[in-house]
Structure formats: structure tokens, C-alpha cells
């Protein structure tokens, strides 16, 4: 009968490594039975981006930020020893070795744990990514939903 | 007879996106009853400076950090594709045609709302910022102000 | 007999402004008696570093992480501003004038207040940092412990 624990993380970051660690506080919060919500807004709705490119009619600015993004979780890069783009490719090496799961899987992880992955619409629309460039089976709300939530949650983080 | 509720945003930050975050959650909250404050710390305090020169007396240090960071919410960088101004450019353009509030109309706002914009006077020393260089009808306080509150928070965010 | 206070914050950044945001969040709040745990992950870790060099064994993209990032809190860089080193001694000066403590002092005083400092085994892991290498007296746990005593928490912060 104990109330239901909840963790609630904004990803703001479109950095590998802060995604990372907010899927990984994420999976691991569903395996402790939290209900897990991961709302994605600004430069972290480039981790839901799908990898290919999908044809869809764009303005001129929308275009210009979708070609200057990362498509994808595995494109994005590292916030600290970045070296244009030598940083990730350093660390996915050392995960290999490690066995940690890369950024796609944790994503996958918590898609099959039922975390809700969220997308922000307000800044979809500002940045012109649209649902067909991002996964499916995700949701899309505001900041009213998100709030909704994080009020009654046990851990709310801004990533 | 419910207990009031609360969110606390540290608003670390001084990029003009992780700014306009903060402001949309606040403000989001505030229509949501709860009783909400942003405490600005470091580069965050920058949010809260008047666009105009303040003639105050500063050291030297003081004078260079003042000269180095930019005057109000409206000149702040973006954390991601800031490339040297043109970033924030686009994306104010971007902003304008979806109709989303620019930064200081967000703040304008926040301040009707009742937010308590809270100032910290560490870091506001630490800057060399005096109070006649922040916008008017703000607070100022330490962190054992923000501890006091963020203690009986249902939302805490560092940004 | 009322119910003990804690604050968990999450060290993931490794800049020095960041990491001074939250020792001296985490110090205030043990001040006022909470329970006060900062979780070093990612490039937090270096806060936890040993300033000398320590003779231990490491494959070949270990040792590449461990002379590209910092060794120790008094090395670390500024989020803004840093200017390849300028901004952290301009910092210091003025902290230093203004009598504000700097990192190594805040990590000490954390110390003796009893902050349980612990550094996430997984991501030492994966930056091929030792045990050897980092500060005396801190603790060793992954997210799973993080978790028990986030859900607690009256304070959470992602820094």
C-alpha cells in the first residue's frame, strides 16, 4: 500500500555523456520499481532523433538547426574533452572494454523498462524537429504535464 | 487545507537557453499555484542585470568581469551552437514566428507573477555586481536562505 | 523526533565554479544538519583527485583520460570564461580578496562536517581513474546506492 516512487528527469543537455547518466539514474530508478519519466526538451530531443533522415517539409531555420543537431543518440558529443569528435570515440572504446551499454542500448533499455520518454513539444517547434524524425512509441506534452508530475516526485533532476 | 507547495530553481547558468528553461518551469509553476523562486548564482546573476551601464564604483578585478559578461538576460549565449552570437540570433528569429516569449519577457512576467527572483549575495561580491546594476524588486540572500527553503521544496532544480 | 534532513547532490560536472556551487550547497546544508551526500560521477571525479602523481598500472586510453583531465580540485577549469586558464586565476584572486574559501578548503571543511563524499565505481571504471588516485577517506558505491538515498532526499540537485 506504500505511495508509488517516482523519479522525473528533464534532459536539457544534448551531451552523450549527461544523456548518459540520466538513462542510466533512469534504468536503474524502473529497477527499483520507480515510476520513471525522462522529459526531454531543448538539446536533449536530439537523443530521440531517429538516425536516419526522414523527408519532411521544413522552413529554412528549421532546416539549418536540424542539419546543425546530431540525428541520433550515437551522434551527439561529449560535454569535456570533446576534440571534436576524437572524445567520443575515446570513451565508446573504453565502454566497449568495460561492458557498458553504449547510449542507443541504454535508450532501448528504458523503452522496454516503460520509462516514459517525453518529448517537449514547445521546443520541437523551436528547434522544427518533427514526430516522424523522432523515435516511436514515445509521448509528447509540455511543461504543464511535467510539472504535474515532478510535484509528487521523489527525484527530480535537471540534466 | 492541502500544504502549499513549492519549486526552487537554482539558476546557475548564464546561457540565454538553460535561462529560458529556468523561466518556463517558474512561470509554468507559479500558474500552477505553487510558490516559486529562482535563486541566481555565478554566471546566472547575469539574468538579472539591468542592459544599461551603472555608474558603481569597482576594483579593477570587479571592472573585468563586469566588462566580460554580458549586460542583461537579452545578450546571453546560447550552450550549444552558440557559434559567436549567430545562435541565439536564429533562434530568436525561430522564437518570434512560433510565438515563444524572449528571455526578458519571460523574467518580465516571472516578476508579475510573484516569483521571488532571489540574488545571491556571495557570488553577487564574487562578480564585483552591485545591486544598482540588477533589476529592481528582487531579493538578496545566501545560500542558507535557498537551504531554508529548497528543504520543504516539491520541486528543486539546479540549472 | 522529527525525520532526517538529506541533501544528495550529484557532482557530474568538472569545472570549478560547478563544483564550488556544490560544496558549498552541501556544507550550508550540513551546517543546518542534514545528512549530506555528494555523488561524484563522470568528470566530478576530478574533484576527488590527489594532486600528486600516483605510480598505478593502466592501459594505454586510461592513461590517455588521466593526463587530459585534471588532477585535483585546484586544477579544474571554469564553465565560462575560462579564457585556457585565465578566468580560474582571476577567480581566485577575487575569491581570495573576498575571503571565500576555494575548492581544496570547501572539499577539506566537507570532510570534517562528515559529507560522505563517494565516487561512482562505474564511471572511475570508465576514466581508468584508482582508488589510489583519489582523496583518503571517501566512499566507493554505484547509482543503486545513489538511488536508496535520493528517494529520501528533501534536496536533489544534478550539478
Redesign the interface.
Known sequence: MGEK?T?NI?L???DY??AM?AY??AN??AA?D?EVTIFH???GLNALRKDEHMPVKK?F??K??GK??PRGSDKMGL???NYAGFGPK??K???K??N?MPLPKLIEMAQEQDINLVACT?TM????LQKEELLDNIEYAG??A???E??????????
Do not use: P, Q, R
Not at 517547434?125 to 522544427?128: I, P, V
Not at 510535484?151 to 540534466?159: R, S
Open positions: 516512487k523519479t528533464i536539457f543537455s544534448g555523456d549527461k547518466a542510466i539514474i536503474g530508478a527499483y520507480h526538451t531543448f538539446w522552413g531555420l528549421e539549418m538547426f546543425m543537431m560535454s569535456n574533452l575515446l570513451i572504446n573504453v565502454m572494454k568495460h557498458v514547445m517547434d523551436l528547434l522544427g511543461v504543464a511535467y510539472l504535474a515532478a510535484e509528487d516526485g521523489k527525484v527530480n533532476l535537471f540534466i
